[in-house]
């Protein structure tokens, strides 16, 4: 079929947008521009753009934020939902529905966590920074499966999902983590609307409402704004919403197949006009077709699919960029030397590798699980130290854990220093741990 001028030049930002590990790498890009920038002779500019201020509500309800804000409190709620949407997705039909499947990343995921907060803690026990022992718990999927994505095809797909199912479970312990830990100054009084709007959300999915606009103006203007009065971070709302999406369809997928084979059938035999227009009963028979498309999907995955390049290409990006910039002055090593940055940096790095090393071989040697399929005992230790990779995640709850300013961007130094690291490591143990694919294996692929 030949290609209009307009299809051929969004072709391409099509193909990118589907390319989900691009979107670690435009996460790396965000994070060095803010660096470059905070650190130009343009720094001023950098502050003043997110101390901008927006408004928006209607008579005297006026929500007031500056730009900044409005990304870790507004756009990352979104991230969250699409966190959440992810998590439901996976503990009904994915790599979490059966004990068999999620024994091996669940064991991966709480070793993951609990061991970089031990060595965190090590270090910053009874100071006035152990409210951050939840930093290093975090792994940032994205910018893991950026890293893969530079092995290209030798990278097994078996891996990949191990990667994407222990990081799944990761943030839902990263959402528990802030939900209860990193909560003060409760409004109760808050907490009990959004209790009555999530009611209302569950209780429309159980009556069938499959009305996406329903959720989402119920869900912002009701759940997510009383979140963001109650004192509970206004992020976990997005989860919570998440949780009220339908997922299940009008139709299974064989009836979608009998009604659409119908449909097509009809639109064959049905009169046809000249030129590029269908006829009015083809047009009645189209409409039907996008009826019943409508009824196979799930709104749930559908909102997933329809949101993941604005949470990747977008929101993501924007977190990276207003939250990364951090002044590098001083004695940098003396700063990355600290008990904090110690406990971040050590709990990342060595945390995480034997948290998730630790429990997956201790499990495999038990026979409750097996090695990924395709892989091997140094792809699996590449794979743990490349959960390392907190970015995102750690980034955000360092903004919630700690107080003092000298002490986030402390933090934050210390994220991207052992993300980077962590990312280096594994790639190269990866890499090296991959067996050349034997010629008759390449011949099978061709």
């Keep these: 079929m030949k290609r209009s001028p307009i299809d051929r030049i969004l072709m391409p930002v099509d193909n990118l947008l589907k390319n989900?590990?691009?979107?670690?790498?435009?996460?790396?890009?965000?994070?060095?521009?803010?660096?470059?920038?905070?650190?130009?002779?343009?720094?001023?500019?950098?502050?003043?753009?997110?101390?901008?201020?927006?408004k928006i509500g209607i008579g005297d309800f006026i929500l007031d934020k500056p730009l900044h804000l409005w990304i870790n409190d507004g756009l990352m709620a979104i991230f969250f939902f699409v966190v959440g949407l992810e998590i439901k997705r996976e503990i009904l039909a994915g790599e979490l529905s059966t004990i068999k499947q999620a024994t091996l990343p669940i064991a991966a995921a709480i070793g993951g966590m609990a061991v970089p907060a031990l060595v965190f803690m090590f270090f910053n026990i009874n100071s006035e920074s152990e409210s951050g022992w939840g930093i290093p718990m975090a792994t940032d999927i994205a910018f893991a499966l950026g890293v893969l994505s530079l092995l290209g095809k030798r990278v097994p797909l078996s891996l990949k999902i191990f990667l994407t199912a222990l990081a799944i479970v990761d943030d839902l312990g990263a959402v528990l983590v802030i939900a209860f830990f990193y909560t003060e100054n409760l409004l109760l009084i808050y907490l009990e609307y959004g209790l009555v709007f999530f009611l209302i959300l569950a209780f429309a999915n159980w009556m069938g409402v499959r009305n996406v606009m329903f959720y989402a103006i119920?869900?912002?203007?009701?759940?997510?704004?009383?979140?963001?009065?109650?004192?509970?971070?206004?992020?976990?709302?997005?989860?919570?919403?998440?949780?009220?999406?339908?997922?299940?369809?009008?139709?299974?997928?064989?009836?979608?197949?009998?009604?659409?084979?119908?449909?097509?059938?009809?639109?064959?035999?049905?009169?046809n006009l000249d030129g590029a227009f269908v006829s009015e009963e083809q047009q009645e028979i189209l409409e039907e077709i996008k009826e019943i498309r409508a009824d196979v999907e799930t709104p749930s995955q559908k909102l997933e699919y329809a949101l993941h390049p604005l949470v990747s290409f977008i929101i993501l990006p924007l977190f990276a960029l207003s939250n990364s910039g951090i002044v590098l002055d001083g004695d940098i090593f003396e700063v990355l030397t600290n008990n904090l940055s110690l406990g971040i940096?050590?709990?990342?790095?060595?945390?995480?590798?034997?948290?998730?090393?630790?429990?997956?071989t201790i499990l495999i040697k038990l026979g409750v699980a097996k090695l990924p399929k395709g892989t091997n005992w140094g792809i699996l230790a590449g794979a743990a130290i490349m959960g390392g990779i907190g970015f995102t995640m750690s980034i955000f709850i360092s903004d919630l854990a700690l107080n003092d300013q000298e002490m986030k961007d402390q933090a934050k130094m210390a994220i991207l220093l052992a993300s980077f690291l962590s990312g280096l490591i594994g790639f190269l143990i990866i890499k090296y741990s991959i067996k050349p694919k034997s010629i008759s294996e390449t011949a099978d692929e061709l």
């Design 218 to 271: 119920v869900g912002i203007c009701g759940l997510w704004v009383a979140f963001l009065f109650s004192g509970v971070h206004a992020t976990i709302a997005g989860v919570l919403l998440a949780m009220t999406i339908p997922a299940k369809a009008k139709i299974n997928k064989s009836n979608f197949l009998t009604q659409i084979g119908v449909l097509l059938e009809r639109f064959r035999i049905a009169k």
């Design 345 to 360: 940096i050590l709990g990342l790095i060595v945390g995480k590798f034997l948290g998730i090393f630790g429990f997956t």
């Design 20 to 54: 989900k590990p691009i979107s670690g790498i435009l996460l790396f890009v965000s994070v060095i521009a803010s660096l470059i920038w905070v650190n130009s002779p343009y720094a001023q500019s950098y502050h003043d753009l997110w101390h901008v201020h927006f």
